[in-house]
């Protein structure tokens, strides 16, 4: 119980630091999703509040927990994301699920990776934190996946959710630089 309470803290700690730091770019709905050009912001953040339960039998895209990021011509950066909420489950105790941070739909390693415990009552605060890059320039849209057993039907609901991600930019040194599988773009 304990745990709960210190993580329930953490996590509106966390959400009212969100809040503060939200000045530079905040996304509340698809419609900004339109732009060909992807935000340039060192901060960007998208919330929602409860979403219905889905089926995570197979992997899933959290509705609306996605952004465009642009990496400028020249340089390539680096970028810190976190995904936090809370979870409850309509069928029972909690199962495990994977929150995955994807780059034009494709799961970033570590991937895969429990999100909170295994048959815990419900709610749960979760907070998933992915390094990604460093980005060479272009255009990526970065979004949240979640999926559990092939063969396990059982329903996962978002109480509300954070998404964040901070940029730190690096020099473009010719060095390393993350690139996506061959069939995929990142114009």
């Known amino acids: 119980m304990r745990r709960l309470f210190v993580g329930l803290v953490a996590l509106i700690a966390f959400c009212a630091l969100g809040g503060f730091v939200a000045g530079a770019v905040m996304k509340t709905g698809a419609a900004a999703t339109g732009s060909a050009d992807g935000s340039l ?3 960007v953040v998208v919330r929602s509040d409860q979403q219905p339960p889905i089926d995570v039998s197979t992997p899933v895209a959290v ?3 996605t952004f465009r ?11 810190d994301v976190r995904f936090s909420g809370a979870v409850s489950f309509p069928n029972g105790a909690s199962f495990p699920v994977a ?16 999100a909170w415990p295994n048959n815990v009552a419900p709610p749960i605060p979760f907070q998933v ?8 320039s272009g255009t990526y849209d970065i979004g949240i996946q979640l999926h559990a057993n092939l063969n396990d039907h059982r329903s996962v609901q978002l109480l509300g959710w954070t998404l964040l991600a901070q940029r730190m930019p690096q020099k473009d040194t ?8 061959s ?3 990142n114009a």
């Not at 990021?69 to 970028?79: K, M, Y």
């Not at 934190?129 to 060479?136: C, D, F, H, I, V």
């Open 41 to 43: 912001a060192s901060v």
């Open 63 to 65: 509705d609306k927990a």
């Open 69 to 79: 990021l642009t990496v400028p011509r020249g340089r390539r950066d680096l970028f």
């Open 99 to 114: 929150i995955d941070v994807t780059i034009d739909g494709i799961a970033m390693p570590p991937a895969s990776l429990p």
């Open 129 to 136: 934190e992915r390094a990604l890059g460093p980005l060479a």
């Open 174 to 181: 010719g060095g390393p630089a993350t690139t996506l599988p």
């Open 183 to 185: 069939g995929t773009s």
